[in-house]
């Protein structure tokens, strides 16, 4: 039995086979421990042959049974869980949220995740780079203070309507353009187990402490450095953390900045803030990174139901913050509204429509007006042709009654004249 330590192998891995003095000997490998760098076990050599001065190789296979047992960090994607449990070599098949597909790889290595990959928006064009990605705990105390705004059950709207901000304070803490770095932040809550975990469908907790999760992915090829990639994240890193130059020294760069941000849009800014480190620093090769470009979403409907209105469209820098985009891609900022016309039907109590200079009621009237005055006028035109028509005959009945009456009082007159005298 040789207990040993060793150098050459990466950890987790298992052996069932190893060979001593050219020969190969049947025997067990038992791990012990590992590290990061070492692989630590035990010799067992059943044939007896092995000796404490033995030269031996180690021929060493995967173990099967190593697992991936957390979720892969992706940026933008959705719910991960599934591939929880997948074995060594296994790629998990990774959904994108809403306007974003996934490119790129994500593959068990070692009981751990290997994200060379993200979800990317529909139709946007990305180069291969190398990238640093890390993350920052950012947490907002509301305690003491009234009308924060920011609850547990309105986190992720206000990471959103916020996101411009925090790209902002990332921006000028790093000294770095936004198209060098891509942003994610998650609200996190805390469960019963006290483990930390994105925000999901969990009941909300009464708790005065709000967390994000702000994950950095830095784009190590835009930045003139001959250093190892490893030591310029973590220079990043801490950069963001260290109080630097801040003008309030209990908070770091980030912090400080943040705050200025809020300030200098007219928010106030009624938390107490602290930010932390948050798990390791990875390093990626050939990662599809974005270019900073416009992305426009589709027209929505027309603002009026009836005559002139305004369509709006969603544009949107990849890089997170629309200055980035229209400093690199000068007067090529597509149009986020624009005039529409909708088919009107017709409405008798308001004719010309909803957006006519005159009102509703003034439409009736003149409506009311341009329809009753003709056909009153017609009324009255043909009542007063009939009116004289009756009364051109009465006057013709009159005229024929009084010819017959004197024809009648003239017939005695002329029979008394015939008589002889």
């Known amino acids: 039995t040789l207990t040993f330590t060793s150098t050459a192998f990466e950890p987790h891995l298992a052996t069932s086979t190893f060979t001593f003095a050219g020969a190969a000997s049947t025997g067990t490998v038992t791990v012990m421990s590992t590290t990061t760098t070492t692989f630590s076990g035990v010799l067992e050599d059943t044939s007896s042959l092995l000796t404490s001065t033995s030269s031996v190789t180690l021929t060493t296979t995967l173990e099967p049974g190593v697992l991936c047992m957390d979720p892969p960090d992706v940026l933008f994607a959705l719910d991960v869980s599934h591939c929880i449990g997948l074995q060594e070599g296994s790629t998990c098949s990774v959904p994108c949220s809403e306007g974003y597909s996934m490119m790129g790889n994500v593959t068990c290595k070692l009981g751990q995740w290997i994200v060379a990959g993200q979800c990317v928006a529909d139709g946007a064009h990305t180069t291969a780079v190398d990238v640093a990605k890390f993350s920052l705990s950012v947490g907002f105390e509301t305690s003491g203070f ?232 017609l009324a009255i035109v043909v009542w007063l042709r009939r009116w004289r028509k009756q009364r051109k005959a009465a006057r013709s009945r009159a005229k024929l009654a009084q010819g017959q009456g004197q024809e009648q009082q003239q017939e005695p007159q002329q029979q008394q004249q015939q008589q002889p005298q």
């Open 146 to 377: 009234t009308d924060t705004g920011l609850t547990e059950d309105n986190a992720a709207e206000w990471a959103d309507a916020h996101f411009s901000q925090f790209t902002s304070a990332v921006e000028s803490s790093l000294d770095v353009d936004a198209s060098s770095f891509l942003l994610e932040l998650m609200p996190v809550i805390d469960d019963e187990a006290g483990e930390r975990r994105l925000r999901g469908d969990s009941p909300a907790s009464n708790s005065t402490s709000i967390s994000f999760l702000l994950t950095l992915i830095i784009n190590l090829d835009g930045l003139v450095t001959s250093d190892d990639p490893i030591i310029v994240a973590t220079s990043l890193k801490q950069k963001l953390l260290s109080a630097g130059n801040s003008t309030n020294s209990s908070l770091g760069n980030f912090a400080n900045a943040l705050i200025e941000e809020f300030l200098l849009d007219g928010e106030s800014f009624p938390f107490t803030l602290t930010v932390m480190s948050s798990g390791d620093i990875t390093i990626s090769e050939d990662y599809p990174f974005p270019d900073a470009e416009w992305q426009v979403g589709t027209w929505g409907d027309c603002s009026a139901e009836c005559g002139t209105g305004e369509q709006v469209r969603e544009v949107l820098c990849t890089s997170g913050l629309a200055a980035t985009c229209r400093a690199l891609l000068p007067d090529l900022e597509p149009e986020s509204s624009r005039m529409c016309t909708s088919d009107c039907e017709f409405n008798v109590v308001c004719p010309l429509g909803d957006d006519a200079p005159l009102p509703c009621f003034a439409q009736l009237c003149l409506l009311c007006t341009a329809v009753v005055l003709p056909c009153l006028t």
